[in-house]
């Protein structure tokens, strides 16, 4: 069911993404649309009020040129050329516009002189260049042409009638000729004018219609998304009200059900602010003793074994943080029955919005049976180990009777047999050391291999020490512990290779020196046994010995998987290299 709420929750949330987006387009394009329209109504404006200083200009060089032909006064006709730098300045402005890229300062410049306001004159220039090709835009720039040509001609006009006066006497009849043609020129250009204005005009409607209709649309459409944003979200909600009302009933069907306690507890008052109903169950108390007795209460019926533990716990509540928090703890409660049952506490650290500890949530299980349990493994374990020690202990004896046998057997025979039976004591000292060890061992599987080589090596050296031979005995080893089964090999080589060495490496040399060493190694471990006594024949090859204990070490290296080496300069040096079954920190420092 979830599921399914989410993934249709998912797909409205696309669908309102997908809505939210559009409408934010759609207002974008409004705020777009209305700013333009401004700057078009603005830019149309311009021209309209530019048109009436053109008009203005025009007529006031009409009557300074009309009062020049009556009076002949050379201000009068200065006056005319003057108030004419207004129609100048648009003209050149208008022909800079018309090309591909034109100059902005020489526009700009050309409006002001045409006595346009400079905070028009950007939206002037953005109609001329974006509507230029429009009819009616198109229709004004021809008519603006048409009027500055009839400005030159009227220029022109002015120029020969002051040329005729600065010759000589002109008659009445000539300047009465020479003021209707100025009164015609005149009404043309009041006409173009008219024609400008009316241009204009069309396309402010033109412009305004659009945009009314474009500033509709998409607020209808603005409109349309937000009804359709409010009824999606209060179908929605809906939809969440009910999936919130079955998950609360689900959520109180669970906690009502559940076997463990489930709490909230108020770390300033120190009172539970809500406790599920399976108290009741678990200890038989209810729900309400515990929420108005808050933590004493708990305190109260708590074992006095693990009352002071637990008190300290609590004290840390005033000044509480994650470090000094324990999301698990474990005690005994008493139930109401008088029963002790031990509970686990797992909890949880609430924090307000300053990230200040708030409050603590949690739920307690009763662990009784599981610690019934553990006791019943622990003394099961133990008795095992007690049992196992014993083992070791009676191996330990026998094989300790075995090799006093082979002391009995000594008498009567042969050196040679002697000797022999002598190497298969020392064999045995060897095992029966490792379950010395492991008898006293804590583990009863770990076996420090630093200190059994160190024994085994002192055992050996008693058997062969004198005063006539002094062998210093160099012991350097890596603390590591190893299980039975890597340490008798291990030991029964160092036994052979240590007898080997005082056998015949040390034989009739009065003193020498024998190092053992055990480190880390890029292959695993490397154990060295070396003397600088006798050495080898040259062409010794220990893979085609013979000798009982050559044989016994290849089979026993191969055992824990190793390899062997050995060298001869000054030192006669045995290298084995091995990877142990486990490394542990007491293994390898």
């Known amino acids: 069911m979830y599921k399914d709420l989410r993934k249709g929750r998912l797909d409205v949330d696309r669908k309102l993404f997908s809505v939210v987006v559009f409408g934010f387009i759609c207002a ?38 009309s009062n020049y032909l009556l009076t002949e006064n050379e201000r009068d006709y200065q006056n005319f050329k003057s108030v004419l730098k207004i129609n100048e300045g648009d003209r050149i402005a208008r022909e800079e516009l018309l090309k591909e890229e034109y100059d902005y300062q020489t526009v700009y410049e050309g409006f002001i002189t045409g006595k346009n306001h400079p905070d028009d004159i950007p939206d002037m220039i953005n109609l001329f260049r974006r509507f230029k090709n429009v009819s009616h835009v198109k229709e004004a720039v021809d008519i603006w042409a048409a009027a500055d040509k009839k400005i030159e001609e009227l220029i022109t006009f002015a120029d020969s009638i002051r040329s005729e006066i600065q010759r000589g006497d002109v008659g009445l009849m000539q300047k009465e000729e020479w003021l209707l043609a100025l009164r015609d020129l005149d009404h043309e250009l009041t006409d173009l004018e008219y024609q400008f204005s009316l241009s204009m005009g069309n396309m402010a409607r033109l412009v305004n219609d659009i945009f009314r209709w474009t500033t509709i649309i998409l607020g209808l459409l603005l409109i349309s998304i937000g009804i359709w944003i409010t009824l ?33 507890m108020d770390l300033k008052s120190r009172k539970y602010v809500f406790v599920s109903p399976a108290l009741e169950s678990m200890l038989g108390y209810d729900t309400q003793n515990l929420m108005e007795g808050g933590v004493e209460f708990i305190l109260s019926i708590m074992h006095p074994d693990d009352k002071k533990r637990m008190n300290k716990v609590v004290e840390k509540y005033n000044h509480l943080d994650d470090g000094d928090f324990l999301p698990v703890v474990q005690f005994r409660l008493q139930d109401s029955e008088g029963n002790w049952k031990w509970v686990s506490n797992v909890r949880t650290l609430v924090k307000d919005e300053n990230g200040k500890p708030d409050a603590i949530v949690g739920a307690v299980r009763d662990i009784s049976t599981q610690k019934a349990q553990e006791k019943k493994i622990t003394e099961s374990l133990h008795e095992k180990e007690i049992l196992l020690k014993e083992i070791h202990h009676r191996v330990k004896n026998n094989l300790a009777i075995v090799s006093s046998l082979l002391e009995l057997q000594k008498d009567g025979v042969s050196e040679e047999v002697q000797k022999m039976l002598s190497s298969s004591q020392a064999r045995i000292k060897s095992i029966a050391k490792v379950h010395e060890k492991l008898y006293e061992s804590t583990t009863l599987s770990d076996i420090p291999l630093d200190t059994y080589i160190t024994e085994i090596t002192e055992e050996i050296e008693k058997a062969y020490k004198s005063k006539e031979k002094q062998i210093d005995i160099k012991i350097d080893i890596t603390p590591i512990t190893v299980n039975i089964n890597e340490a008798i090999p291990i030991g029964l080589i160092l036994n052979e290779l240590i007898n080997n060495a005082f056998k015949h490496a040390f034989s009739g040399l009065q003193n020498g020196i024998l190092k053992i060493l055990l480190q880390k190694a890029d292959r695993g471990m490397e154990l060295i046994v070396e003397s600088n006594g006798n050495q080898m024949d040259a062409d010794f090859d220990a893979s085609k010995s013979g000798s009982l204990g050559m044989t016994l070490i290849k089979l026993l290296v191969k055992r824990i998987n190793g390899k062997l080496e050995i060298e001869q300069d000054e030192w006669t040096r045995f290298k084995i290299w091995f990877e142990l079954e486990k490394t542990s920190p007491s293994n390898i420092t």
Not at 51 to 63: L, R, T, V
């Open 232 to 264: 999606r979200f209060y179908k929605s909600t809906n939809i969440w009200m009910s999936a919130l009302k079955k998950s609360e009933e689900k959520f109180k069907n669970v906690l009502d059900n559940s076997k463990d306690v489930l709490y909230k």
């Open 28 to 65: 974008l394009l409004l705020i777009l649309t209305v700013n333009f329209s401004i700057n078009t109504s603005s830019g149309i404006r311009a021209y309209v009020a530019g048109e009436a200083y053109w008009a203005k200009a025009q007529k006031e060089a009409a009557i300074h040129l």
